[in-house]
């Protein structure tokens, strides 16, 4: 089976910056299609940056030049960085993994909260 475990969320001022973190269990890490999606109450989840295997990129608007995803095959991990930080962007960020169409791969999640 393959688990996700998200970390690095927590309380964070506005501009201020965070790192989240996600580790994948297996092996054949690097064959595999990741996202950090988030979901705020009341919303639903929607896609904040995705990295292919072949280390292709795409945010979502709100983020694009504030976030950076990146990952590292020897650790089995993908990132998300996340700079100049809005009120707008607390939720619960959660890990996806995907290889095979039509299988994906969550995380639990992780709270992360902008606020002064």
């Known amino acids: 089976q393959v688990q996700l475990v998200e970390s690095g969320g927590g309380l964070v001022q506005p501009g201020g910056s965070l790192r989240l973190s996600c580790a994948v269990s297996g092996s054949g890490f690097n064959t595999y299609n990741m996202g950090w999606y988030r979901q705020a109450p009341g919303n639903q989840r929607e896609l904040v940056a995705r990295i292919t295997s072949g280390v292709s990129t795409n945010y979502a608007d709100s983020v694009k030049g504030r976030f950076t995803i990146s990952r590292d095959n020897a650790k089995n991990t993908v990132y998300l960085q996340m700079n100049s930080l809005k009120p707008e962007d607390t939720a619960v960020y959660y890990c996806?993994?995907?290889?095979?169409?039509?299988?994906?791969?969550w995380g639990q999640g992780t709270q992360v909260t902008v606020s002064s």
């Open positions: 996806k993994a995907g290889r095979i169409i039509g299988i994906y791969y």
